[in-house]
């Protein structure tokens, strides 16, 4: 079993940062990876980003690229998605969730454990 539990989220203004963490606990193993979902009201659930915890690279989906960064803190085992320069478009629930295969980390059916989630709301 493994546990994801996210925080950071909450209301930001337009062009402001937030930083979202995700705590893993349980059996964790060192091919691991862990990604950032995002689920806005009516729409599909979208790939953020993903880290593989044995090499530290990280990939981003579209919507991160050039504003938000992935980064992990392998001693507390936990995963940060720093987000700048938000934009209304990205007010939504962010997931973090976990992959054991650590490829083809943009699909959400590649995760086997996930979150409860953390509310995102930008406004504009």
């Known amino acids: 079993?493994?546990?994801l539990v996210e925080s950071g989220g909450g209301?930001?203004?337009a062009g402001g940062s937030l930083r979202l963490s995700c705590a893993a606990s349980g059996r964790t193993f060192s091919h691991d990876a862990i990604g950032w979902f995002r689920q806005a009201p009516?729409?599909?659930?979208e790939f953020v980003a993903a880290i593989r915890w044995f090499d530290n690279?990280?990939?981003y989906g579209d919507v991160a690229k050039g504003r938000f960064?992935?980064?992990r803190d392998n001693a507390k085992k936990v995963v940060y998605l720093q987000m700048n320069r938000l934009?209304?478009?990205?007010?939504?629930v962010y997931y973090c969730a976990r992959s054991s295969s650590d490829s083809?980390?943009?699909r959400p059916d590649e995760y086997d454990y996930w979150g409860q989630g953390t509310q995102v709301t930008v406004s504009s």
């Open 1 to 3: 079993q493994v546990q």
């Open 11 to 13: 209301l930001v203004q």
């Open 42 to 45: 009516g729409k599909e659930r």
């Open 57 to 59: 690279s990280p990939y």
């Open 69 to 71: 960064t992935i980064a």
């Open 87 to 92: 934009e209304s478009e990205d007010t939504a």
């Open 104 to 106: 083809r980390l943009s």
